[in-house]
């Protein structure tokens, strides 16, 4: 089976929810048309994770098609997952944790996953508006790994 893989990167905070969400609903639903298999990376850092999360959701639930997969990738296991794994088993279709970010200094294990993510993408989706921040750097990093990005806007 070919898997397309998609990872998701954005700023923390969004101001126009619907349209990044609606946005992410349309090229989610097209992949899923149209690809064998389809895996969606999303972290769990930020509002843009959380609306992509949502908007992967609920493009498989309207399609109803099972060729796809929401994927959590952690950083490292949190403590709110440790907490309480099975509303996040319940939500994601699977949940990874990142070796090489897992083994690192906490502060620098979220851009680690980011950049595994990376790595293990055919094409990049995301939200940048400012030139600053780890989803900056990310996608910076994607660039020079000659990724296919899709940039959404909020105009």
Not at 112 to 130: G, H, P, Q, T, Y
Request: net charge negative; proline share 2%; charged share 25%.
């Amino acid at each position: 089976m070919n898997t397309y893989t998609v990872a998701f990167f954005g700023h923390r905070e969004i101001n126009n929810h619907f349209l990044v969400e609606q946005r992410i609903f349309e090229i989610a639903c097209d992949l899923i048309r149209t690809k064998e298999y389809v895996e969606f990376l999303v972290g769990r850092n930020g509002e843009f994770d959380e609306i992509a999360a949502s908007a992967v959701r609920r493009a498989k639930h309207t399609l109803f098609e099972e060729n796809s997969a929401l994927v959590w990738v952690m950083p490292y296991k949190s403590a709110e997952y440790s907490k309480n794994p099975h509303a996040f088993e319940n939500y994601f279709d699977e949940i990874q944790i990142c070796p090489e970010s897992e083994a690192a200094y906490y502060k620098n294990a979220i851009q680690i996953r980011n950049r595994c993510m990376v790595d293990s993408a055919d094409l990049i989706v995301c939200f940048i508006e400012k030139q600053q921040g780890g989803a900056y750097n990310t996608i910076k990093y994607a660039h020079k790994m000659n990724k296919n990005i899709i940039y959404i806007k909020q105009t």
